[in-house]
């Protein structure tokens, strides 16, 4: 089973821009989707974002599409969340998910099976 450890996280200022990575070890990284979620406190986890195992295809979750993107550099078995024009409201501990398959047109909490540890994200207005 595939391990994941996240790192990037921190203390930014609305507007500002972080970007998180999520290095993968012990598994078959290049032929996982992969996802993003993230959970605030006393909220729901929420989806994100994922990308199947090319990279050729994303999803991104309505409030995050057009500021944030995920991308994956299977040769170093890492994915990345590129967070731009962040806002308070992005504020939440951010994890990282290897799937169970290789690509979906629709993606669900259930279909990832390996989570990281989190990285927290705190964005001040």
């Known amino acids: 089973q595939v391990q994941l450890v996240e790192s990037g996280g921190g203390l930014v200022q609305a507007g500002g821009s972080l970007r998180l990575s999520c290095a993968a070890s012990?598994?078959?990284?290049?032929?996982?989707?992969m996802g993003w979620f993230r959970q605030a406190p006393g909220k729901e986890r929420e989806l994100v974002a994922t990308i199947n195992w090319s990279g050729s295809s994303t999803y991104y979750a309505t409030s995050v599409e057009d500021r944030f993107i995920i991308y994956r550099v299977n040769a170093k078995n890492t994915v990345y969340l590129q967070m731009t024009s962040l806002k308070p409201e992005d504020t939440a501990v951010y994890y990282c998910?290897?799937?169970?398959?290789?690509?979906?047109?629709?993606?669900?909490?259930?279909?990832?099976?390996?989570w990281g540890q989190g990285t927290q994200v705190t964005v001040s207005s």
């Open positions: 998910a290897a799937a169970l398959v290789s690509d979906k047109s629709k993606w669900f909490s259930s279909d990832f099976r390996s």
């Open positions: 012990g598994g078959t990284f290049s032929t996982n989707a």
